[in-house]
């Protein structure tokens, strides 16, 4: 594996987009911690300069223009390209808020964070990409942005009706098919992965997997090879139904 390949993750510093990092740092890419504090992402690079891995952090906040920019310019004077984006971070703010509870101000800023900052971030980072010889984009989505699975009463995900962050997910996987027709005749590659109900900071650890099996579709859809799938939604199991 050509060892010089270079990963960005926002919301890198710690969780799903942490153990990502570790395990794609151990494979032997480089790897850039997107954090919106400079201080949480040296202490997450320093963690991972302890397994020997070669990581760099990148002050980066998804909903700050400015700050997107920034960072596209200094992976430019850095690399000149960029071989994975990986557009983990996120938040969740309702709680267990019936829809016709939600406050217009916490939609607005649940889609601020999960949708308008991966289009952000993956519109300003495609130039780099595209010097890639095969850029990968994996964005983080949930089975809860599933309509299909949402609509059926059977389904273990029908009761958990947070409108705000699960349409937000949604609305993830849309942006992932309409980048993928776009870059359909390009060797980059997008898509949405699943990595399951997992203990983090954005559950309160409420979550039963743990982050070591979260990361690992998302390391699978970050190192597909040229024939790989691109549009889709996957978790471990394979193909979620949108």
């Not at 949604?170 to 005749?185: G, I, M, P, Q």
């Not at 039963?208 to 579709?217: C, D, N, P």
């Not at 024939?227 to 979620?240: I, S």
Request: aromatic share 8%; glycine share 8%.
């Amino acid at each position: 594996m050509n060892k010089s390949k270079i990963v960005l993750i926002t919301g890198g510093n710690k969780g799903i987009g942490f153990e990502t990092a570790r395990q794609l740092g151990n494979m032997g890419y480089e790897i850039l911690i997107g954090a919106r504090s400079e201080n949480k992402g040296h202490e997450a690079v320093t963690l991972l300069e302890k397994e020997k891995i070669k990581a760099k952090t990148v002050v980066l906040d998804v909903t700050n223009p400015s700050s997107v920019l920034s960072a596209v310019e200094w992976i430019e004077q850095e690399y000149g390209l960029l071989d994975i984006l990986i557009n983990n971070a996120g938040v969740f703010f309702e709680e267990n808020t019936p829809p016709s509870e939600l406050e217009l101000s916490v939609l607005k800023s649940t889609y601020e964070t999960n949708v308008f900052g991966v289009f952000s971030v993956t519109k300003a980072m495609l130039p780099l990409l595209r010097n890639s010889s095969a850029g990968r984009i994996v964005n983080l989505s949930s089975a809860l942005g599933s309509l299909t699975l949402n609509s059926d009463s059977t389904s273990e995900f029908y009761n958990a009706n947070s409108l705000a962050y699960n349409s937000s997910k949604t609305a993830v996987n849309a942006l992932t098919v309409s980048f993928a027709k776009e870059l359909s005749d390009s060797p980059i590659k997008i898509n949405s992965v699943c990595p399951g109900f997992t203990a983090t900071d954005l559950n309160g650890n409420s979550g039963y997997r743990s982050v070591e099996q979260a990361a690992s579709i998302v390391v699978e859809l970050a190192t597909i090879i040229s024939d790989g799938p691109t549009g889709g939604f996957f978790d471990e199991r394979g193909v979620v139904a949108w």
